[in-house]
């Protein structure tokens, strides 16, 4: 697949396309707005960068500065987002279904989770995890997992905040051009929904109702990835395999901003957002991993636990609940596809259209459109 030079990539829901209430400053490519987005004026989209409403609203303030593959979603029919003005994410975090204030930091790394709800004014620290429905307070530094508020933050230590990730931005916009410009992700088969901010080296084999989603990264150049039947690899997630293919089985789900390096994933697992799984992790069926875990190299996570921390160990037992969670996340996941894949489908038709009637106007109507 080759990278879209369109930026943002934007695409309806349901009928429902995004309001952008004023210009876009800068939006890199790879960018997605996608859905039931309300956007302020003057945001800046970092390579990779999403906002995805779908199973609920995205509410953004002006002067969003979103950052290199970083996700900001919803909760289905539960919790959507809500950012304030002048926000500043850094790269690789995750703002989900939750709160954030005016002039907040959120550093690279973070997970912001379901309900939470964080103050005015307030930083939460790079690799932190912001639990669900916690609620920081406003203008104080905030770390850890979970994370809780340590310290005040004054304006001059912000602003300075704000700048340094507003900055450091350009080196990672420049540092991804080269990866995303020599794309060759490859399908090996039609089945499945495949993003089209997809993006890396290596072959995609996908079984029926499987998903990948925006600005995920393939690095399996000899070995692939498969998905089995039914399971959805979010937003903004890598899958590499160096050693060993990543395999997921049915009915799973990988959250947003993940990275499975190696990894064997079994059927009816749920990954939270934000974890990292060390390679030659072996996921066991009906598993749930908490967001922000992490495991050690060649960890055996067993079946029927909940698993969670940094390396992951066992906390509970699942019960119906959380089994039923992560059946209704697989669930969710393959009607999000079929919407996005029939919109996506008549997007791309258009762009390319579009861009054979410049060709001709060009009188270049004889050159390949590749």
């Known amino acids: 697949m080759k990278l879209l030079q369109n930026s943002p990539f934007v695409l309806a829901y349901e009928g429902v396309h995004p309001t952008l209430k004023g210009p876009v400053r800068r939006s890199e490519p790879g960018s997605a707005v996608l859905g039931r987005v309300t956007l302020g004026g003057q945001a800046v989209l970092e390579p990779f960068a999403v906002l995805r409403g779908d199973g609920h609203v995205v509410n953004v303030g002006e002067e969003l500065h979103l950052g290199l593959h970083s996700t900001v979603h919803i909760s289905h029919a539960l919790y959507g987002a809500t950012l304030g ?57 905030c770390e850890g997992s979970p994370a809780v508020p340590l310290r005040p933050v004054d304006t001059v230590e912000l602003n300075a905040l704000h700048a340094c990730i507003r900055a450091d931005a350009r080196v990672g916009s420049l540092a991804a051009t080269p990866r995303s410009s020599h794309s060759s992700v490859t399908r090996g088969d039609k089945c499945g929904y495949v993003a089209a901010t997809v993006t890396g080296i290596g072959e995609i084999r996908m079984d029926a109702g499987s998903s990948l989603w925006f600005g995920c990264v393939i690095e399996a150049a000899d070995l692939g990835v498969t998905i089995a039947t039914g399971s959805n690899i979010q937003d903004n997630t890598v899958l590499r395999s160096s050693e060993r293919a990543v395999t997921i089985g049915k009915n799973s789900t990988i ?35 908490a ?32 089994g039923g969670l992560i059946e209704q996340s697989a669930a969710i996941y393959r009607e999000y ?30 050159l390949p459109l590749a």
């Open 255 to 289: 959250g947003h901003n993940v990275l499975l390096h190696d990894c064997v994933i079994g059927a009816r697992v749920l990954v939270g957002m934000g974890s990292t799984l060390a390679p030659g992790t072996i996921v066991r069926d009906n598993v749930l991993v």
């Open 85 to 141: 003005e002048r926000v500043s994410v850094g790269a690789n975090s995750v703002v989900h279904a939750c709160t954030v204030g005016d002039d907040c930091v959120i550093q690279d790394g973070v997970s912001v989770l379901d309900g939470a709800m964080i103050g005015n004014g307030s930083v939460v620290a790079a690799g932190s995890v912001v639990f669900p429905r916690s609620i920081l307070p406003p203008g104080h530094w």
């Open 337 to 366: 596809a079929l919407e996005f894949a029939v919109n996506q489908a008549a997007a791309l038709r258009a762009m390319a259209a579009g861009w054979q009637k410049d060709r001709i106007g060009l009188g270049l109507k004889n």
């Open 291 to 322: 967001a922000g875990s992490s495991t050690a190299r060649g960890q055996v996570l067993d079946s029927g636990w909940l698993w969670a921390g940094r390396p992951a160990r066992p906390i509970s037992r699942l019960d119906q609940r959380m």
